[in-house]
């Protein structure tokens, strides 16, 4: 059976802190390997949904511990979603400039890589406002 | 729970940092207080050898970013050496080899020091 046939849907809820990056990591890792995705795409996912988490973490928490982060990963027709919901603040990634490296090396800090990368290493991103405050960023890979 | 460690060396001159693991959000706050405390020190010249690190996010790069230009503004650098591909990639993305040098082995990382005197 061809792996990209399979169908299926996992859950993760957990709460806003970094030390939980790890485990978020790894449900993103054991889903995106049984979908068939090469290790280097698998790689670039994995890393996509921790700076999305650590987005949320930073900015819609504001490293406030007690937040609900929720991740689904959905997985059908060769279509790799994840989706991903928290309470926080509103987070607007359009107001968040594409990095200029040059701009923050004479500036000696680092911010919004974490967006840029994202859309760098999915095929398709999309944030959006959900009624009761809930703020969702939908990532998609598709298994080539 | 992330699998980090950073150790921290000095070889002649030049302060050589480990780091091993997975660099996160979580991690990187250990690499910081080891720029800090090379800040202290006044120790300017540092090689970064990335032989053992698995992993790494824009958290980890930036802290890089947020150091490289006071090394430099006092005669040093942060070099990088031994990187794995998958770990360069993240950098690649982001356009560190235009500010940054990247060596493949330690040694010739700590050799472009000693031929800047």
Redesign the interface.
């Given at each position: 059976m061809n792996s990209s046939n399979k169908i299926f849907e996992k859950e993760l809820l957990i709460k806003s802190t970094?030390?939980?990056?790890?485990?978020i990591?790894e449900f993103t890792k054991s889903a995106a390997e049984e979908s068939g995705f090469s290790d280097?795409t698998i790689?670039k996912i994995?890393?996509a949904v921790?700076?999305a988490c650590?987005n949320i973490?930073?900015h819609a928490y504001k490293f406030s511990p007690d937040g609900n982060i929720f991740i689904s990963i959905k997985f059908e027709e060769s279509k790799f979603i994840i989706t991903i919901t928290d309470e926080g603040n509103h987070f607007d990634p359009a107001r968040v400039p594409e990095?200029d490296?040059?701009h923050?090396?004479?500036q000696?800090?680092?911010?919004g890589?974490?967006v840029?990368?994202i859309k760098?290493?999915m095929d398709e991103v999309k944030y959006s406002t959900l009624t009761g405050n809930k703020n969702q960023v939908i990532l998609v890979k598709y298994l080539s | 729970m992330a699998d980090f460690n950073v150790n921290l060396r000095g070889v002649g001159s030049v302060s050589v940092i480990d780091v091993k693991g997975y660099l996160d959000a979580h991690t990187a706050p250990e690499l910081e207080n080891i720029f800090n405390k090379l800040l202290d020190e006044r120790q300017f010249r540092v090689v970064v050898n990335f032989n053992e690190l698995k992993y790494i996010s824009s958290a980890g790069l930036g802290v890089f970013m947020a150091y490289v230009e006071t090394m430099r503004e006092n005669s040093g650098d942060i070099k990088f050496s031994n990187m794995k591909e998958n770990v360069y990639n993240i950098f690649d993305l982001l356009g560190f080899p235009i500010l940054y040098e990247f060596f493949k082995e330690e040694k010739e990382a700590l050799q472009k020091f000693d031929s800047q005197g």
């Open positions: 970094t030390d939980n990056l790890a485990l990591r280097e790689g994995i890393l921790d700076e650590t973490i930073k990095p490296l040059i923050y090396y004479k000696k800090r680092a911010g890589l974490g840029f990368l760098k290493l | -």
